[in-house]
C-alpha cells in the first residue's frame, strides 16, 4: 500500500508564497516519478510541476519561474515553492507518483487528498 500526503495549503495574498510538501511513503521499492496536480473550480486537473528519478524538473507554462519543485534523493518528500502567487492559482493540489512496490515490483500510480490553496486579498 502506498500513501501521499500533502501539507502546507493556506490563503495568501496575491504576491505572496507558500511551500507544499508531499510525503510519499508505503511498501515503495522505488519512486519513479512524482508530479503536483491542481485542479480549480470548474476547470481540469492540471499537471503543474513534475520531477523523475535522476531527472529533470518541468513545470507547465504558467508557473515556470515562480514555482520550483524539489526532493529529497529517493523523491520521499517533494516540495512545491510557490512565489508571486496570483489568484488564477488558486486550486485544490496534488501530489501523485510512480512507484514500484516491494514483493509484486508493480508500477502502480497513487494520489493524495489534495491541499487547498487560495490566492485572495
Known amino acids: 500500500q502506498v500513501q501521499l500526503v500533502e501539507s502546507g495549503g493556506g490563503l495568501v495574498q496575491p504576491g505572496g508564497s507558500l511551500r507544499l510538501s508531499c510525503v510519499v511513503s508505503?511498501?515503495?521499492?522505488?519512486?519513479?516519478?512524482v508530479g503536483w496536480y491542481r485542479q480549480a473550480p470548474g476547470k481540469e486537473r492540471e499537471l503543474v510541476a513534475g520531477?523523475?528519478?535522476?531527472?529533470?524538473?518541468t513545470y507547465t507554462n504558467s508557473v515556470k519561474g515562480r514555482f520550483t519543485i524539489s526532493s529529497d534523493n529517493a523523491m520521499n518528500t517533494v516540495d512545491l515553492q510557490m512565489n508571486s502567487l496570483k489568484p488564477e492559482d488558486t486550486a485544490v493540489y496534488y501530489c501523485?507518483?510512480?512507484?514500484?512496490?516491494?514483493?509484486?515490483?508493480?508500477?502502480?500510480?497513487?494520489w493524495g487528498k489534495g491541499t487547498l490553496v487560495t490566492v485572495s486579498s
Open positions: 501523485s507518483a510512480d512507484v514500484v512496490v516491494v514483493r509484486t515490483f508493480h508500477g502502480i500510480n497513487a
Open positions: 508505503g511498501s515503495i521499492f522505488r519512486i519513479n516519478a
Open positions: 520531477i523523475t528519478l535522476g531527472g529533470t524538473p
